[in-house]
Every structure is written in structure tokens, then in C-alpha cells.
């Protein structure tokens, strides 16, 4: 069976390791930056975006945070990374450690069959 025409999702896992200015700030500065420098440009800029944010700080050194982002489609995630390559978040605040792209149960819909979960639906 082809490849659906429709939309398809997408969810990009960003793993990003915090740098020596953003530890630098306090926590309400880094709230202030990310809500004032961050999030008004994404929304400028695209739509069909959502985010979800993990600490590992805790348990790895090489990766403070991984930051969830999930798209429409690929033009969406598209608008978003160049969104966040024009903010202090990329490579000033947070140095992008890895970015794993994909989209949720693929191929099922490639090859026209049931996803294989073992979430109750």
C-alpha cells in the first residue's frame, strides 16, 4: 500500500546540553529568556508545534536536557528549527547535542498495516 498523501506528524527528540551563560543566569532570568526570546519567535514564525521538556542532568553529563518537540508535518518542524537557529537557545544558551527525528509508527502506514503497541487504544 503507498505512503498515505495526508500530513504526517512529526516528533523530534532534541538532546541539548545546557552552556556556562545559561547556568549563569538565575531561574527566573532563564524563565524571562525563554518566554521573551524563545516562544515569541516560534510562534511568529510557525504553527502546529508543541513542546515537552525532560531533565537528565541527573543521570548523564553529556546530556543536560532533552526537549521534545512535536510537529504537523515536516514544513512545521522545518519552521521551528529555523526559528530556534535565529534565538540565543541554539548554540549560546544550549549547545544541540543530537536531534533523532522520526515519525510515530511509520511504517504502518507505509506498508498499510496495524501499529504494533502496547498502549490500550
Not at 515537552?52 to 546530556?63: A, G, K, N
Request: hydrophobic share 40%; proline share 5%.
Amino acid at each position: 500500500m503507498p505512503v498515505e498523501a495526508t500530513k504526517t506528524p512529526v516528533t523530534a527528540f532534541m538532546l541539548v546540553k545546557t552552556t556556562p551563560e545559561w547556568l549563569a543566569l538565575t531561574v527566573q532570568e532563564r524563565v524571562e529568556a525563554f518566554t521573551t526570546q524563545v516562544v515569541p519567535t516560534i510562534k511568529s514564525r510557525t504553527s502546529g508545534v508543541r513542546s515537552r521538556f525532560y531533565d537528565t542532568e541527573f543521570y548523564s553529563t553529556r546530556v543536560t536536557d532533552i526537549w521534545v518537540w512535536e510537529a504537523d508535518d515536516h514544513a512545521a518542524y522545518q519552521l521551528l528549527i529555523d526559528a530556534l537557529r535565529e534565538t540565543p537557545f541554539w548554540d549560546r544558551y544550549f549547545e544541540v547535542v543530537d536531534l533523532l527525528v522520526g515519525t510515530e509508527n511509520g511504517y504502518a502506514r507505509t506498508y498499510g498495516v496495524e501499529p504494533v503497541t502496547t498502549i490500550n487504544t
